[in-house]
């Protein structure tokens, strides 16, 4: 655009100049505030700035006070959490009493309502047979009122002759229309009352019905918490497990210390072994030093008495020597007197001779020269010659004598002194004998006393080698240890047994197990939860039924007893346990119980047996000692036998004694007196028992079935246990039974003998219902004793023990009325509760009080047999024996509940 040319709007150039030039001072005017704002904003945002900060602190220090307030808040909830969780746990424990509370009062209304739609039944059937008399009569008074008119009408053509009978008869008639009008009555108000009673029965049936239904909800709303409760229970399922997991470390770690333990009692056991053989050998040796020594001191002793005598001996020789020196002198000197006496006398003598012959020679000269010369002097000369001869001769003869009396002295003297000499000389050589063999055993002494010195030495050094300076110490100290591994392992084991107990106890005390015997064609199936069976036939109410376990028909021997071994467990943990099998005949009950010779198809008693004394050798290794001892009873006709007793014929093994079953004290053994009890050392004993008793049971052929029991039998296995350590016992009681069939009788086809017995088997298994029935409803007598199966069966009905029945079942579409009775009967066993307070309970005992076992059943009697019989006294004691008195149980949980399962 040029200057001074128009816009379309007639602005010029300057004049867009000018407003331009004014806009720009508009412009800047604006800036200008702006700017000014843009600054007391800045200098707010600055103050706003300081402010916050002073906020954001004040704030900081208030969130870090709340912060602490909430953290105590927390702590606080944390609390309260935790007791909400106790309130809510003990909260669940009286929800599940409730619950069980509800279910018995459920129970209890079905019943009722059972009870009252039975009682509405029979007054709708009373009311029935009410309406029909009531029809009959109305057809009666019909009938009497059409007789009537007829003989009205009879009589009205005889009415003259007849007006008077008719009179009467009319009268009669009136008087029994009267009365059968009084009973139409009666009737009538009998079949109101009928009728009342049936709207009676209605509304109390509606009423029942809404309490029912309220029930309902209650236990609706009860199951829904029982849903919660069996998450916990499933929780405390995992934490049972984690339990048994660390238990069966415990256990683990316990046999690593066993074998530790093993190790090292091996080891001090070598180590005292080879201690105790070089003591014995030690000993050995210082006893033969100390014989010797002892031997030496004798000999030396008797040797020194030998030699005193001897020296005694000696100085007397000596003295008697000098004596006979003496003697022999003295006899020396007599002996030269008596030489010189006889020098003299032979000198005189010779003279004499000397004489004689001169005078022999003067006389002989006289003779011849001088013949006559004095003669008498001759004469006289040879007088006194011969007086002299003869004294002479008389000397000669007294010195001869003399002589030889000499001679024989000195031959005496001298034999005397030659055996003194010589036994002189003998004693002398024994001296000289007995000192050389003083010599040699004082160097026998010598080498003993040095291989004494040396064993003592080589003593000295093995004890250094195992420092044994400290050896009581170390033995002390493996005692210790041993006590301590010995507790820890019975620890172990209780706590393996409590939580065992407590295992079966969350399984309940009554459980029920159903068995369906293989089968061609079969009614009844097994639903897919594993607990429950649909029995559908025809003519047979469509209907199932909840147990605790169910076995098809392709479950083995083995798997049912995997099922029940646990409570066979039980028994040996001081439980009385009872099994028992009920069904009607052919339905698998003895399969069950007894089985069959094969090892797989071995049933429940041999399978138990078996699995006891596995189970007792192990313990024996923890230090138990175990007793089993089995009776066998049947029950027959309601009449006790002993399937074991030696007796043959017709009553063998009878037990006449109506009181032969005996209960033992605050819960002992159950016994029947008179029954024997065979020790049970193996399984083949065990199985030898079950044949002899197989072979004695009463069977008999039916209809039915052609090996049917005919009876009941009961296996009874006593375990007494006993730990030598701790002194504790246990008691325990498994019986195992087989029940007769529950038959019909008109299905057995069952006459005279079998009638009876049908009707025994079927009365006895009734009670056992009743049993049931009033321990399910609580009352306060049970009537155990009107059978006696369940008198024998008592302690273990009652609640302190433990029960597992078997319902049998035959599945075939004959059978399904028989199946219907027996499930129907099993369901309400499986309802029942035994209410036992604190569950099952332990028999044990301290060992002081422990029933001998040697003298167990060893009652009066003296032979064996007798020995082996239970006695009078009702406990398997000899006389003298205390029963034992059990110790408080072991600790169970205070409710024993029974799940409900389905
Ligand atoms: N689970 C099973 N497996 C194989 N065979 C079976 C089974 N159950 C039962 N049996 C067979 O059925 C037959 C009858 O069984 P069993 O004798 O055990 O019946 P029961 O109930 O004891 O009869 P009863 O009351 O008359 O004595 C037997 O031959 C047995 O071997």
């Known amino acids: 655009m040029q200057l001074g040319q128009r816009t379309k709007d007639g602005a010029t150039a300057e004049s867009r100049i000018q407003e331009l030039a004014a806009l720009v001072k508009l412009l800047r005017r604006c800036l200008n505030q702006l700017m000014a704002r843009t600054r007391t904003f800045i200098d707010n945002g600055i103050k706003f700035e300081k402010e916050a900060g002073q906020q954001v602190e004040s704030v900081q220090l208030a969130s870090e006070s709340a912060t602490k307030a909430l953290e105590a808040e927390l702590a606080n909830a944390k609390r309260e959490t935790a007791q ?14 409730e619950l069980d509370y509800h279910k018995g009062e459920a129970s209890r209304i079905r019943r009722e309502l059972e ?8 007054a709708r059937e009373e009311a029935r047979r009410a309406e029909q008399a009531r029809q009959e009569l109305e057809g009666n008074v019909k009938g009497l009122k059409k007789e009537t008119g007829q003989q009205l009408r009879e009589l009205q053509m005889n009415r003259g002759e007849a007006m008077r009978a008719l009179q009467d008869a009319r009268e009669a008639a009136e008087r029994r229309e009267q009365l059968l009008q009084e009973d139409l009555q009666k009737m009538q108000v009998r079949a109101e009352y009928a009728e009342s009673r049936i709207v009676v029965a209605d509304s109390e049936l509606s009423s029942l019905r809404k309490a029912l239904q309220e029930q309902e909800g209650k236990l609706r709303e009860t199951e829904a918490k029982l849903t919660t409760l069996r998450d916990e229970h499933n929780q405390l399922k995992l934490d049972f497990k984690a339990q048994l997991g660390v238990h069966a470390e415990v256990v683990a770690e316990s046999s690593r210390i066993l074998s530790d333990y093993e190790d090292l009692q091996e080891r001090c056991s070598q180590m005292v072994t080879d201690l105790e053989d070089r003591q014995t050998q030690l000993a050995g040796t210082a006893q033969q030093l100390q014989a010797a020594q002892q031997g030496q001191q004798a000999d030396h002793a008797r040797w020194e008495g030998r030699y005193n005598s001897l020296q005694a001996d000696r100085n007397l020789l000596a003295e008697r020597e000098a004596g006979l020196q003496e003697e022999k002198a003295q006899l020396k000197a007599a002996l030269g007197n008596a030489l010189e006496q006889k020098a003299e006398v032979e000198e005189a003598l010779h003279r004499a001779l000397h004489e004689q012959h001169h005078l022999q020679h003067e006389s002989v000269m006289r003779r011849l020269g001088c013949a006559c010369l004095a003669p008498w002097r001759t004469e006289e000369r040879l007088q006194c010659c011969s007086c002299k001869k003869l004294v002479k001769a008389a000397v000669v003869v007294g010195a001869t004598t003399m002589m030889d009396v000499l001679k024989g002295t000195e031959a005496r003297l001298i034999s005397e002194a030659e055996r003194l000499t010589s036994s002189l000389e003998a004693s002398q050589r024994s001296l000289a004998a007995e000192q050389e063999s003083k010599a040699a055993i004082c160097q026998e002494a010598a080498i003993k006393a040095a291989r004494l010195a040396h064993l003592e030495g080589e003593m000295e050094a093995l004890q250094g080698v195992m420092g044994v300076g400290d050896q009581s110490e170390m033995v002390s100290q493996l005692v210790t240890r041993v006590a301590k591994l010995e507790t820890a392992v019975a620890e172990a084991e209780l706590t393996r047994r409590q939580l065992h107990n407590q295992l079966v106890e969350i399984r309940g005390n009554i459980r029920v197990f159903c068995r369906i015997r293989p089968a061609a064609s079969s009614v009844v199936s097994c639903l897919p939860d594993g607990v429950s ?15 605790d376990h169910v076995f098809d028909q392709q479950s083995s021997q083995a798997d049912v007893f995997q099922q029940v071994s646990e409570l066979v467990q039980s028994a040996l943990d001081g439980y009385k346990v009872c099994l028992f099998s009920y069904g009607q005949t052919g339905a698998g ?11 797989a198809g071995q049933g429940i008693i041999p399978r138990a047996v078996g699995k006891i004394l596995e189970c007792v050798a192990k313990l024996q290794e923890q230090g138990w000692q175990y007793e089993l001892q089995a009776s066998f009873i049947e029950v027959y006709n309601e009449t006790l036998r002993d399937l074991l007793a030696d007796t043959k014929g017709r009553d063998a093994g ?3 004694d109506q009181n032969a079953i005996k209960h033992g004290a605050a819960g002992g053994h159950t016994i029947v007196v008179g029954a024997v009890r065979e020790p049970v050392e193996s399984a083949e004993g065990a199985a030898g028992l079950v044949k002899r008793a197989a072979a004695a049971r009463a069977v008999e052929a039916t209809a039915m079935n052609a090996v049917s029991s005919r009876s009941h039998s009961v296996f009874m296995l006593y375990i007494t246990g006993k730990h030598e350590a701790t002194g504790a016992c246990v008691h325990g009681a498994l019986n195992l039974v087989d029940l007769a069939g529950s038959e019909r009788l008109n299905r057995s086809e069952a006459s005279g003998q079998r009638q009876k017995e049908a009707c025994s088997i079927n009365k006895s298994l009734s009670s056992l219902g009743d049993v049931f029935q009033a321990l399910s409803a609580k009352t306060p007598h049970v009537p155990y004793r009107n059978s006696k199966l369940t008198h024998l069966l008592q302690p273990c009905l009652g609640g302190d023990g433990k029960t597992l029945m078997f319902v049998n079942i ?18 309400k066993v499986n309802a029942c509760e035994t209410g036992a307070r604190g569950g099952a309970k332990r028999h044990t005992s301290q060992a002081a009080e422990l029933p001998s076992s040697s003298s167990a059943g060893a009652s009066a009697g003296s032979t064996a047999q007798a020995n082996r019989r239970q006695s009078l006294s009702g406990a398997p004691l000899g006389p003298g024996i205390k029963r034992k008195a059990p110790l408080p149980p072991a600790p169970m949980p205070q409710r024993s509940l029974k799940p409900r399962i389905g």
Do not use: Y
């Not at 029995?535 to 047979?540: F, I, Q, S, Y």
């Not at 035959?810 to 369901?827: D, G, H, I, M, V």
């Open 810 to 827: 035959n599945p075939e579409a004959a059978s399904a009325n028989e199946t219907l009775c027996s499930l129907r009967f099993a369901a």
């Open 533 to 547: 069976v649909r029995l559908e036939a025809e003519g047979v109410k469509d209907s199932s039924f909840t147990f």
């Open 589 to 599: 009950k003895t399969h069950t119980m007894q089985g069959t010779r094969a090892a």
């Open 654 to 656: 009878r037990i006449t």
């Open 84 to 97: 909400a969780a106790a309130a809510h746990k003990s909260a669940a424990a009286s929800w599940q009493g």
């Open 115 to 122: 009870r009252i739609e039975s009682e509405r039944d029979r």
